[in-house]
């Protein structure tokens, strides 16, 4: 009598098993391999500028701070800069400048400088860049230290945090219209 119940707990584990892996690789597709090819979704990238930093926009208004957010709404990485991007606008407003620059919108082309997104880049009030890089220091935006936080602390307090070349390590994707 208790073989029976034991061949039913043993297909019960199986399937429970089996079940656990199903959710696994859904989820690992979900999140992760259903973005391969379709965009070039890296952990790591350079921000920097050869040369000459680039000038600030020129919707940009002078003697303001400006902060122009690199975002790609086909990205699945933005999902995790956007609320973090909404607090920085809602923070700084009026006193910074800012845009938010997709790159499926034609002024994009201005931006082909940019390595991938999401990404920021601010100017001082004198319209020397002052930091180009990723938002946080985490994995995904939201977590980790505060890097915008920083650059602006230090231009407010007047200091001018100089022109940053910024490695990271998060979820990026390739912006499209990035000399390589």
């Not at 696994?24 to 890296?42: I, L």
């Not at 600030?56 to 303001?64: K, M, S």
């Not at 230090?154 to 390589?180: D, T």
Request: one cysteine or more.
């Amino acid at each position: 009598m208790t073989r029976p119940a034991t061949l039913r707990h043993r297909a019960l584990a199986w399937l429970v098993v089996g079940s656990w892996l199903l959710i696994c690789a859904v989820a690992f597709w979900y999140f992760q391999a259903r973005w391969t090819g379709a965009y070039d979704n890296n952990q790591w990238y350079t921000f920097r500028t050869e040369g000459t930093p680039p000038p600030p926009p020129a919707t940009a208004p002078d003697g303001q701070i400006v902060m122009v957010h690199f975002v790609d709404r086909r990205c699945p990485c933005t999902r995790f800069s956007l609320p973090h991007i909404d607090v920085l606008e809602a923070q700084y407003d009026p006193a910074v400048h800012s845009l938010r620059i997709d790159a499926s919108d034609a002024k994009a082309t201005d931006f082909d400088w940019i390595p991938a997104s999401p990404a920021v880049a601010i100017w001082d009030a004198k319209g020397d860049l002052a930091y180009l890089g990723p938002y946080n220091s985490g994995v995904i935006c939201g977590v980790g230290d505060d890097l915008v936080a920083r650059v602006m602390i230090a231009l407010e307090s007047g200091e001018n945090p100089h022109w940053v070349n910024q490695e990271a390590v998060g979820c990026y994707c390739q912006w499209p219209l990035a000399h390589n």
